[in-house]
């Protein structure tokens, strides 16, 4: 088992910038790749970035390009998100997964969640 612990959320105004965290704890040796995910009100989850848990390889959503980075600490066991120039369309909940598979991008890659953490971005 892998534990996922989310940190960082909270409430920004449009152009400012929040910074996600997310610790794994456990079987963290059987993990391939960490990914955020998000999901607003009445819409379904999508994938925002995910990195390779043993590599430098990072993937992104075209939606966040150029405004999201993800980084990973391995000392750590931590895989950060962070988020500049937020716009309102960028609130929702806020999810980290971790996972075996090999398609960072699909949510069926990953077989622990977090909680989630919301943000929330004013306009």
């Known amino acids: 088992q892998v534990q996922l612990v989310e940190s960082g959320g909270g409430l920004v105004q449009a152009g400012g910038s929040l910074r996600l965290s997310c610790a794994a704890s456990?079987?963290?040796?059987?993990?391939?790749?960490m990914g955020w995910f998000r999901q607003a009100p009445g819409k379904e989850r999508e994938f925002v970035a995910g990195?390779?848990?043993?590599?430098?390889?990072?993937y992104f959503a075209d939606s966040v390009k150029g405004r999201f980075t993800i980084s990973r600490d391995n000392a750590k066991n931590t895989v950060y998100l962070q988020m500049n120039s937020l716009k309102p369309e960028d609130t929702a909940v806020y999810y980290c997964a971790a996972g075996s598979g090999r398609d960072i991008g699909n949510h069926l890659s990953y077989d622990y969640w977090g909680v989630g953490t919301q943000v929330t971005v004013s306009s």
């Open positions: 456990g079987r963290t040796f059987t993990i391939y790749g």
């Open positions: 990195i390779i848990w043993s590599g430098d390889k990072t």
